[in-house]
């Protein structure tokens, strides 16, 4: 279960705010649940019309000279990306421009093998083929090393970034990274698309208009794919890009759109959101980085044959349905070792270790876990002698906090707060394992808890077309300008839908006298037909169906509980379990409380039946007054222990299994461990 925080916004400010302008009363309300208390600030986030120069960019103009001289000297130069859709995008943006102006220009991007950025025996041979100027694009800051050596064999170094700095900055002829602490520009949440395209813009002398023009469709999928804040420079640049997407004349963009399914059956292009772009363009993009080379995206965005661009686009889908099965192939593998040792769920950080699992992916898998699991995620590839990783957070857990407290156990690490990359040596991984417990039992007593944010409760008047179509104004949705979310409060399941089968369930709701549907895709009806009638609570996001000329509201269900049930106590007792299963010490009280009595344990029992069911569905059913989640866990184990249910802990799903004699629950380890624990104690 998620933790649900859910905003109050003051109506009166949200009233104002709507009165004074267009904005409808729901978008209002958002808004103020948001922060943003005035009109002033109202607009400052919604209208985001301009660029600010692209010379406030430390060493920008010096920049924009040296490759323009570069190029009217005829200079070989090299644009050297990286291989992730943003370094890709940044790559071709540049290249196509520096080939438009007649310059001599070559670009390389390094396989993933290679690992990130410049590298000692790429440079070497791009001196080797007469490269005079190396400009960077998505990378470089981080190029001490590499920045000397360049330097040595006779060539000229021009770095554009936009990550962070470290204390020494690398000896180029130009430094372009707003993130450097003597930059001026007022924006520094660019991504690498989003600074070439300043560069460009610097190099017409400071005019955006050709420039967007060109280049806004790739900067906009550049700047969602690397997931960096949507506001402010980067809410215009996507923004616009949006609308260059739909209308774009880039034949390798218009295949890979059809190939997306993004085409309708008359060849035009539907509606591109920036969710569009996150999970349908950038993942056949990246694709090519994880499981072929990142020169076929290139390739494919510079086509200008539709033929050609049809057949690239259909070999990047293919690389991308590779690294789904990648990714389900390893997800699998983890569930088994779920499955085989369960008490890896009971860790406070969790860490999956596997041979041979492709390491492009297993970043992708780590976000996944954590998201199913809400817990802080490291998952780990070996390599004969090698093990790379990745790991993922949220919360105040710092994965580089984390890594930087095992760096003698690490021969390389990086990364920042929410996600961090790491490599060690094979014969340190459970060494490594025991360590990341370690550090995590020391930093947090308590571990933090995935979060699920609502703007706030809806009334049933405020489901309306209107209010719903207001939101778009809000648009485009990502990082720190998310996608709305709203709770609806004890609304009667009134009927359960199948959809596609049964593989996807729509559930009328009785919502304070009003009726609306709320769709729950990859839910199997049959397991939510016995809500029927009970009263429950929902986050949801809003959308518009129209059929036949008329619009309704739809729910999107993002999670669902019983009304009344007591979150705080939940986790409370959903903590004391796992400390418990990992042989914590407890308050003494807490073994008493937490040993189900027969009755207990009858109950839950009776609950089950021959078909799975979820946990966390079971709890509900049950008695989550006084049974809670902890020694409802605990009923569970014990029925498997003795054999009565077939427990899938990977999924958090049991059901009874067919017994051929009656069980006695006195012989369950659990139990007379358990009472043994407070039993002695009350002895004594």
Known sequence: MKKWIIGDPDTKISGKISSGSDLTPLCAEVLVSRGITDLKAAAELIRADSLESPFQIKDMEKAAEIINAAAEEGKRICIYGDYDCDGITSTVML??????????????????????????NSVRKLAEQGTELIVTVDNGISAIEEAKLIKELGMDLVITDHHQPGDEI???LAVVDPHQKDCPSSFKYLCG??????LIAA??????????????????IGTIADIVSLTGENRFIVENGLLMI??????GLIELMRIAGLMNENGECRPVSSETVAFAIAPRLNASGRFGSPVQAFELLMCDDPDEAAVMAEKLNALNEERKQAEDRITSSIFEQINENPELLSQRVLVFCGENWHHGVIGIVASKLL???????????????TARGSARAFGDFSVFECLTSCEDVLTKFGGHKGAGGFSLKSSDTEV??????????????VMPVYVLKAEKVLKPADINVNNVAGLRILEPFGQDNEKPYFAVAGAVIDDVIPLSGG???KLKLNYGGSFFYALMFRTNTEEMKSLKGQKYDFIVSLGINSFRGNETVDLQVADMRKSGINQNQFFAAEDAYEKFKRSEPLPEAYYRRMTPERNELIKVYTALSDKDIMTEQLYMKSDPANINICKLRICLDVFSELGLIKMDYAADRSHRLVVDKKSNLEDSEILRGLRSKWKTKAAQ
């Open 371 to 385: 998201e199913k699991y809400g817990k802080p995620c490291f998952v780990i590839t070996t390599e004969g002698d």
């Open 432 to 445: 490594f394992r025991a360590r990341l417990q370690e550090y995590s039992a020391s930093a947090h007593e």
């Open 246 to 251: 739909r209308n774009t004349e880039r034949c």
């Open 193 to 198: 698309a989003g600074v070439v395209l300043k």
């Open 503 to 505: 593989a996807h369930t």
């Open 95 to 120: 290249y196509s421009y520096l080939e438009c102006i007649g310059a001599d220009v070559t670009y390389y991007i390094p396989e993933r093998s290679e690992g990130y950025g410049l590298n000692e």
């Open 203 to 220: 190099m017409e002398g400071g005019d955006y208009d050709s420039v967007l023009e060109q280049f806004g469709d790739l900067a906009a």
């Open 170 to 172: 690398p000896d180029a």
